[in-house]
């Protein structure tokens, strides 16, 4: 096997988890190779290094083998190199920590009641509010 549609070598390799989606995500534009987006039908070739753009980030990988068949994922390093640069992993990871400010997993929307306490907290005044003179006696 010398060539492997886009598509499906996204989908084999676990990038996707489908490959219609993998086929969108290329209609898209979300997968360059040297500034080029490409179409689901382009092939890869061993040694091609291409782009794939999901969420803040750009991640870079180089082709190694070529496989039409999905991968379990502690195979895929022998068929692809991830070659991502640490800047776009940092950003990675400060969207990550900015994500964290959310409500906990599981939560649910926020009650009227958090609400207000978060509008309050969020106001210029909320110092104003908290009585330090309490702690004092």
Not at 62 to 84: F, H, I, W
Request: charged letters at 30%; a neutral charge.
């Amino acid at each position: 096997m010398s060539e492997v549609r886009v598509d499906k070598y996204l989908w084999a390799m676990r990038i996707y988890k489908t490959r219609s989606i993998a086929s969108d995500a290329c209609k898209n534009g979300r997968v360059t190779m040297n500034g080029v987006q490409l179409k689901p039908s382009r092939s890869f070739h061993i040694g091609d290094m291409f782009n794939v753009r999901k969420g803040p980030i750009t991640y870079t990988y180089r082709v190694l083998q070529l496989s039409e068949n999905r991968l379990g994922a502690k195979l895929v390093p022998e068929y692809m190199q991830d070659c991502t640069s640490p800047q776009q992993l940092e950003l990675l990871e400060l969207a990550r920590m900015a994500g964290n400010g959310s409500r906990d997993r599981g939560t649910g929307r926020p009650t009227k009641k958090d609400r207000r306490d978060i509008e309050v907290f969020m106001s210029d005044n909320y110092l104003d509010e908290i009585d330090f003179d309490d702690d004092e006696e």
